[in-house]
């Protein structure tokens, strides 16, 4: 049983940056895709990148050339690099396994969730 907790949100101001980790524990296999995902108050859950193990990437239009995601196979850790935020980033993020390759960030295809971390971005 993989348990992901994410960690590295925060408050910080417009402009800023800030480096997410997504900790894994138990088994998390390499061919297993990783994303990003936020959650904004009135909005639903925007899938904002996702990895495969296969080194397919995705970003969304909202975030690409700003977010940057990794992973650290070694130590079952991800990472969600973010700069130059906005005070339109602030939401909850949350980091998402999903078995095989997948292609996209869509919720309804990862399986594995971990509890979210606040991020607000200030003006």
């Known amino acids: 049983e993989v348990q992901l907790v994410e960690s590295g949100g925060g408050l910080v101001q417009a402009g800023g940056s800030l480096r997410l980790t997504c900790a894994a524990s138990?088994?998390?296999?390499?061919?297993?895709?990783i994303g990003w995902f936020r959650q904004a108050p009135g909005k639903g859950r925007e899938g904002l990148s996702s990895l495969s193990g296969d080194g397919r990437t995705f970003y969304a239009d909202s975030v690409k050339g700003r977010f940057t995601i990794s992973r650290d196979n070694a130590k079952n850790t991800f990472y969600l690099q973010m700069n130059g935020l906005k005070p339109e980033d602030t939401a909850v993020y949350y980091c998402a396994t999903g078995e095989g390759s997948i292609w996209y960030p869509i919720p309804e295809l990862f399986d594995n969730w971990g509890q979210g971390t606040q991020v607000t971005v200030s003006s």
């Open positions: 138990g088994f998390t296999s390499d061919d297993h895709t």
